[in-house]
């Protein structure tokens, strides 16, 4: 690539809507992942009218458990459900993960999916919006970041976390303390904005070398 291509790429990586993942990451009976993903989403697009949201809930994602051998190919019932799901990962410019707590860490359902890819998680970053108990789920976050770590992809120092009782959802899935919260993913949302267009311009530039 020449510098002019290259700076040419940078320019129109720099131009067009930051495109954000938003990966709900729990498949439970009686879940509030959507209500905490649809709280999310509302205030992320009245504060960024210009990103572009794009919702993975993985109770519509049929991934298998047993991944291939190492170089293997997948097979039928994987393919299908990678068709679905990895393009919108590899379009992704960043992510943000709504996560619950488990056992002081994060559902199962959610490390298949990181799993099976590898290159659409480089060289991007990821947010977090937690919830569940007096610890927010923020012990499934810090398990998070050492994972997302290993895939070379970037975590926001800001997180999301909705603690119950306190700034939990209320009946109407809007959090308890609901001025703290919106502060909180504003916060969130600024660094993961600034590291999505910052390494997208550098992916543009130079390809990331994971």
């Known amino acids: 690539m020449s510098v ?13 809507p930051l495109r ?30 210009d990103l572009e ?28 459900a990678l068709r679905n799901v990895s393009p919108r990962l590899a379009a992704a410019d960043a992510f943000v993960i709504v996560t619950p707590e488990y056992n002081h860490s994060f559902p199962a359902v959610l490390k298949n999916l990181i799993d099976w890819h590898l290159r659409e998680w480089q060289a991007k970053p990821v947010g977090f919006v937690s919830y569940g108990g007096l610890g927010g789920g923020l012990r499934a976050v ?30 109407d899935g809007v959090p308890r303390d609901a001025d703290v919260c919106a502060g909180a993913a504003k916060g969130m949302l600024g ?15 130079r390809p990331y070398a994971g």
């Open 53 to 80: 949201l794009d919702v993975v809930d993985l109770a519509e994602v049929d991934l298998p458990l047993v991944l291939p051998g190492w170089g293997g190919t997948p097979g039928t019932e994987a393919v299908a």
């Open 142 to 171: 810090e398990q998070l970041r050492q994972v997302f770590a290993e895939l070379h992809a970037v975590t926001v120092r800001d997180s999301v976390s909705l603690h119950g009782p306190w700034s939990g959802l209320g009946e």
């Open 20 to 49: 954000v993942a938003v990966i709900v990451g729990s498949v439970r009976e009686g879940r509030r992942g959507p209500a905490v993903a649809d709280w999310f989403l509302a205030t992320a697009a009245d504060a960024h009218p």
């Open 191 to 205: 660094q993961l904005i600034w590291w999505g267009r910052a390494l997208r311009t550098a992916r543009a530039e």
């Open 4 to 16: 002019t291509d290259s700076a040419a790429g940078a320019r129109a990586a720099e131009d067009r």
